[in-house]
């Protein structure tokens, strides 16, 4: 009996093309069914035949939060891990608080419209802020000069060893940044998407500026390479920020590290820590998680201190 075996090795077939296409490979002709080819085109437009991946609609849906936390969680950390950041600085402070030039301006756009209209109480209510903001923005020199501090420890060797991390807004965030960029350092900024158009601040290194959907992700990751918390005068998210970190170090959840309050009038009057321990609703040492600084170099000093009596160095391996 004669075999058909075919004898020998056969070529490899091509990776992608076939010499003789599937039955799938074609749509069922119009020949055999009229109504074939628009009833095709349906199915293909259909959202249920997308990808689930390419599916935006599918992916904003409530059932798939779940999948949508953790790429939001994977996508920062693989980010983070391929540029080499394993600690951080973070920085928070107010998106209000603007450098000495442009506080200046406002300041004197508003005298001038009081001027013209000195009964208008609104303008004048807007005037006083404005001269508040005029008078802290020394601390936009101070967040600046910090970021240079922490951008230049960076610079030892390895890439980016330490790195100045905020949440990459205006303000304060932004002149933390400025001050790494700066001296060339690379620096973080964790954006979170808003109901209404926002920008982040142009002095985050490109390919690390993160946008988040979650607040919770975002927080996450700002502690995640923590190794100190300077927190400059702000509002509502820098206390929001500022107490999480304090209740997590409290109770321990997370190893102890420095937190920073710059500007001790301010924080002082806005919370009264010793009346917190006086009401016996924190404990005298919950009181010494923490420490204020007037400039960036004694901000910098007491974190290397604060390390130097932990006994381990600031820029310790995992």
Same mark, same amino acid.
């Given at each position: 009996m004669t075999s058909n075996r075919p004898t020998g090795v056969p070529a490899p077939p091509h990776p992608h093309q076939r010499r003789e296409p599937l039955p799938e490979h074609r749509p069922k002709p119009?020949?055999?069914? $009229?109504?074939?080819?628009?009833?095709?085109?349906?199915?293909?437009?259909?959202?249920s035949y997308r990808l689930a991946e390419q599916d935006t609609d599918f992916l904003a849906r409530a059932e798939v939060r779940g999948p949508r936390l953790e790429l939001e969680y994977l996508k920062a950390d693989v980010v983070l891990a391929e540029q080499h950041v394993d600690h951080t600085i973070v920085v928070f402070g107010s998106t209000r608080i603007v450098e000495l030039s442009t506080a200046r301006r406002n300041v004197d756009a508003l005298r001038e419209a009081v001027q013209a209209d000195p009964?208008?109480?609104?303008l004048l209510a807007r005037l006083l802020t404005a001269e508040r903001i005029l008078d802290k923005s020394r601390y936009y020199d101070v967040a600046r000069e910090f970021g240079r501090l922490v951008g230049q420890a960076g610079h030892d060797g390895r890439?980016?060893?330490?790195?100045?991390?905020?949440?990459?807004? $205006?303000?304060l965030m932004e002149a933390a940044n400025r001050g790494a960029r700066d001296v060339d350092a690379k620096t973080v900024g964790l954006n979170i998407e808003l109901p209404h158009e926002q920008y982040p601040n142009p002095y985050v290194t490109p390919d690390l500026c993160l946008r988040f959907h979650y607040f919770a992700l975002r927080k996450l990751h700002f502690m995640l390479r923590a190794r100190a918390l300077v927190a400059f005068p702000g509002g509502y998210g820098t206390f929001d920020e500022l107490f999480e970190v304090l209740t997590l170090i409290q109770t321990r959840k997370v190893k102890p590290f420095p937190v920073v309050l710059v500007g001790e009038h301010f924080w002082r009057r806005a919370v009264d820590f010793d009346y917190l321990v006086e009401e016996g609703v924190i404990d005298a040492e919950d009181r010494e998680l923490f420490w204020f600084a007037e400039t960036a170099q004694e901000i910098w000093d007491g974190i290397l201190r604060w390390y130097a009596a932990f006994g381990e160095p600031l820029h310790a391996a995992d």
């Open positions: 119009a020949e055999d069914d $009229p109504n074939a080819p628009q009833s095709v085109e349906a199915i293909l437009a259909s959202a009964d208008n109480t609104t890439p980016a060893r330490i790195v100045v991390m905020t949440g990459g807004g $205006p303000g």
